[in-house]
């Protein structure tokens, strides 16, 4: 037990360091909140992990603040996107049409995955629907609806996790 804690402690120490050496732009980190990459980046490591791994473990990488989380995508998506099209993306998904689009892939993936949630999926009208496929259709909409973005992104995104992962005692991480 004490090991555990220890690595769990290493682990929150990793991530309040790692947080510190990488200075991410305000509006990308304002971006990934927005659109919550972050929170399903997370989610996902963990379920991929679940009953993998010893539950110390678990509990380990559950206790990653979701903040490192943020900051890493956001050194990314800083690098894939120029000013004007974050700006656009930020508009779009603090939009209430970009919520419910957000939430909505959340709650399906929560149902996909068989996760219990409080998450309801969002009605999606017509209307919404038009304002989706407009922004799909715009720079920023184009880049970050493509299938290419997501897999890029958990790439980038790798060789830091893997470092946390590692501190809470999981070696080669899906």
């Not at 974050?86 to 508009?91: E, V």
Request: charged share 20%; with cysteine; proline share 4%.
């Amino acid at each position: 037990m004490g090991a555990t804690m220890l690595r769990c402690g290493l682990i929150l120490f990793s991530a309040a360091m790692s947080q510190g050496a990488i200075a991410a732009d305000p509006a990308a980190v304002r971006f990934v909140q927005a659109a919550r990459f972050d929170y399903t980046t997370k989610l996902a490591t963990t379920l991929a992990l679940e009953g993998k791994i010893p539950k110390e473990s678990l509990d380990c990488v559950a206790a990653i603040p979701l903040s490192t989380y943020t900051t890493n995508i956001a050194s990314f998506v800083e690098s894939r996107l120029g000013a004007e099209d974050l700006a656009a993306a930020t508009s779009f998904y603090e939009s209430s049409v970009g919520k419910k689009y957000t939430q909505y892939g959340i709650a399906q993936f929560h149902t996909l995955k068989g996760i219990p949630s409080d998450v309801e999926s969002p009605v999606i009208t017509d209307g919404d629907m038009q304002k989706i496929v407009a922004f799909s259709r715009t720079s920023a909409g184009s880049r970050l609806m493509n299938r290419e973005f997501p897999r890029d992104m958990v790439l980038a995104t790798k060789a830091w996790e893997d470092e946390a992962l590692g501190a809470c005692g999981v070696a080669d991480a899906p």
